[in-house]
């Protein structure tokens, strides 16, 4: 069996070869490196001054209103990789009712079974982003063809690892550049060095997010790279061991194994050294996503760090279901352009019969509402039940939850429509 050090002694060769293919195409400077939190663990695998690099790409269509491209990754199976790419802006799409560049960034990650699409980077380049989706499975979506559909697309011939479970979990015995769940988070952070070198994006003002196990990977990529200064995982947390639909995934590995995966990708070891503002986005009954996880990987981060979460009940599972939320823009528009803030509801208290929260800043609230789940069996069975409270200014206070709750949280509306919860809270 390949042992650990020499996984990362193969890894860091592979990454100096990187690192000098950089060097002699004159792409490498000493600038606008990744800063890495002290607190990240000394077993993070990346090399985050590599990765802060522009990559190397080309052009596939410069002409659309939205491109294509495909960029260099990391090495995989001892050959180099190229990762396929939509990037669109206001500018690319020819608004003229938008403002002239240049214009804030976003990366945009898909999830499990997922690719680039094309829509999604559409969407946010008419809301006033420069905004870039990658494919992350070595494929790239078939033009004019429904890129939901597997089918429908082709694989790149110099293409990195698939989304397999093999490539994501059982790869973890191999040579670490075979591993899905390195390469994934390096071509996020690889598409944001590029964007940042195009003269129409603002490199300091950048954001990402992913939908399932693209909100994993982005909740790994908010821990690595702190120049983003937003970060929104949709559905994917950490701490999968415990309460996920990956767990027996994970323990069914050889115990070394196991223990490896958890300590190199679980993003519970991430999730501590989150520097930006981070929004964490979930169902009540994600089938992948348990409650019970998602409460540990929003307390992982620093309350230093500022913190917000949506929880929405019976959020359906989706690429669609997961960029719709008109919150997360709200977000990201509120850290990088100083728009309207979301309301944000510190932990509630039960003080006697009555639940009582208060609002961390002034924000109009419509409705203020308690959910809590009397349930403890699957997160996907558990059934939601709502108390109204009462909202007096910056403070919300009502009916506490029954004796028997097992996890209860509140939900606020506020005048736009605009809705986020408070913390959640395990019985």
């Not at 800063?35 to 990346?46: H, S, Y």
């Not at 997922?114 to 946010?124: D, I, S």
């Not at 979930?282 to 929880?311: C, H, K, M």
């Amino acid at each position: 069996m390949v042992t650990f050090m020499n996984l990362f002694r193969r890894s860091r060769t592979l990454l100096f070869l990187f690192t000098i293919s950089l060097l002699a195409s004159g792409n490498l400077h000493a600038v606008d490196l990744i800063k890495p939190d002290p607190r990240l663990p000394e077993t993070t695998p990346w090399d985050l001054e590599v990765l802060s690099q522009a990559p190397q790409f080309e052009w596939v269509d410069e002409k659309s209103p939205v491109r294509s491209l495909v960029y260099q990754g990391l090495n995989y199976h001892g050959k180099p990789t190229k990762v396929f790419a939509y990037y669109a802006s206001p500018q690319t799409l020819g608004l003229k009712e938008s403002q002239p560049g240049p214009y804030p960034g976003i990366v945009l990650i898909h999830g499990g079974g997922g690719t680039a699409f094309k829509e999604w980077a559409e969407l946010w380049a008419k809301k006033g982003y420069a905004a870039i989706a990658m494919d992350l499975a070595g494929s790239r979506p078939a033009e004019d063809k429904n890129p939901h559909k597997k089918e429908n697309r082709t694989r790149l011939p110099a293409g990195g690892p698939n989304q397999s479970h093999v490539e994501k979990f059982e790869a973890v015995k191999d040579d670490q550049s075979e591993h899905w769940c390195y390469h994934a988070p390096a071509n996020a952070i690889l598409a944001h060095s590029l964007i940042r070198s195009f003269p129409e994006v603002i490199k300091d003002k950048t954001a990402v997010t992913g939908i399932s196990w693209g909100g994993y990977l982005t909740c790994i990529v908010a821990g690595l790279d702190n120049r983003f200064k937003a970060a929104v995982p949709v559905y994917g947390c950490g701490f999968l061991d415990n309460h996920s639909v990956f767990e027996k995934s994970i323990t069914r590995l050889p115990p070394e194994d196991a223990k490896r995966w958890m300590q190199l990708y679980d993003p519970g070891h991430y999730l501590r050294a989150v520097q930006m503002p981070i929004f964490f986005v979930n169902g009540t009954n994600d089938f992948a996503y348990w409650l019970s996880a998602y409460q540990r990987s929003y307390e992982a981060v620093g309350e230093s760090t500022p913190r917000n979460i949506r929880i929405e009940v019976k959020m359906r599972h989706s690429h669609p279901a997961g960029w719709a939320p008109v919150e997360i823009e709200r977000f990201i528009s509120e850290k990088l352009k100083n728009e309207t803030p979301l309301p944000v509801v510190k932990k509630p208290e039960i003080k006697g019969k009555e639940v009582i929260a208060e609002l961390a800043q002034p924000v109009k609230i419509k409705t203020a509402v308690l959910q809590y789940t009397t349930d403890e069996g699957p997160n996907p069975e558990r059934k939601w039940h709502s108390i109204p409270l009462e909202v007096n200014g910056t403070k919300i206070s009502g009916a506490a939850p029954p004796e028997g709750t097992k996890i209860w949280f509140i939900n606020v509306t506020d005048e736009t429509g605009a809705m986020t919860s408070s913390p959640l809270t395990s019985n």
